[in-house]
T-cell receptor, first 109, second 113 residues
Framework: TQLLEQSPQFLSIQEGENLTVYCNSSSVFSSLQWYRQEPGEGPVLLVTVVTGGEVKKLKRLTFQFGDARKDSSLHITAAQPGDTGLYLCAGAGGQNFVFGPGTRLSVLP | NAGVTQTPKFRILKIGQSMTLQCAQDMNHNYMYWYRQDPGMGLKLIYYSVGAGITDKGEVPNGYNVSRSTTEDFPLRLELAAPSQTSVYFC????????????FGNGTRLTVT
């Protein structure tokens, strides 16, 4: 069974701070996706990483896929209150996606 | 386009009752999925479908059934509701294959008492 772990589980920071959240597994995934979920809504895709070592930037968000395609990180620069939400990573394996439990981020003004 | 539409948004069931959660997508996606989300547990796959007429079990299928008679619709059936099925249910769809992004509905919050 493929499992994804995410850390930290909860993170509360002040506006303007930088942060990194992690997504780890002992399994290799063909691709990994990051989603953000706001209360009362479904997750929304932020990025897909496919190649080991790949780095993708989305404005203040930087995503990295580990060389061995077992782990990933999300770095947010100068966090804003609008970044508040649940961040989920999902690994593609077989015919399905495996989701991590998420990191709940709260950015205080 | 509406994307993925789920109904109802909320439902309270008594133990032993049955209900169907509806899911429809208008993006002509061939892959559709049902997940449940429990606090701190992430999303668990219940059932999925790779096309009309084809369904497969996911990680937690017990107590649920699905059908896929059309590309657009993928209803989830609970036959004998149990408190353990209290959760938020999300339907999702994707194009082509599992490397494509998932498009989620806004969920159905189900409480079984």
């Amino acid at each position: 069974t493929q499992l994804l772990e995410q850390s930290p589980q909860f993170l509360s920071i002040q506006e303007g701070e930088n942060l990194t959240v992690y997504c780890n597994s002992s399994s290799v995934f063909s691709s990994l996706q990051w989603y953000r979920q706001e209360p009362g809504e479904g997750p929304v895709l932020l990025v897909t990483v496919v190649t080991g070592g790949e780095v993708k930037k989305l404005k203040r968000l930087t995503f990295q896929f580990g060389d061995a395609r077992k782990d990933s990180s999300l770095h947010i620069t100068a966090a804003q209150p609008g970044d508040t939400g649940l961040y989920l990573c999902a690994g593609a394996g077989g015919q399905n996606f495996v989701f991590g439990p998420g990191t709940r981020l709260s950015v205080l003004p | 386009n509406a994307g993925v539409t789920q109904t109802p948004k909320f439902r309270i069931l008594k133990i032993g009752q049955s209900m169907t959660l509806q899911c429809a997508q208008d993006m002509n996606h061939n892959y559709m999925y049902w997940y449940r989300q429990d606090p701190g547990m992430g999303l668990k796959l219940i059932y999925y479908s790779v096309g009309a007429g084809i369904t497969d079990k996911g990680e937690v299928p017990n107590g649920y059934n699905v059908s896929r008679s059309t590309t657009e619709d993928f209803p989830l059936r609970l036959e004998l509701a149990a408190p353990s099925q209290t959760s938020v249910y999300f339907c999702a769809s994707s194009y082509l294959d599992y490397n494509s992004p998932l498009h989620f509905g806004n969920g159905t919050r189900l409480t079984v008492t």
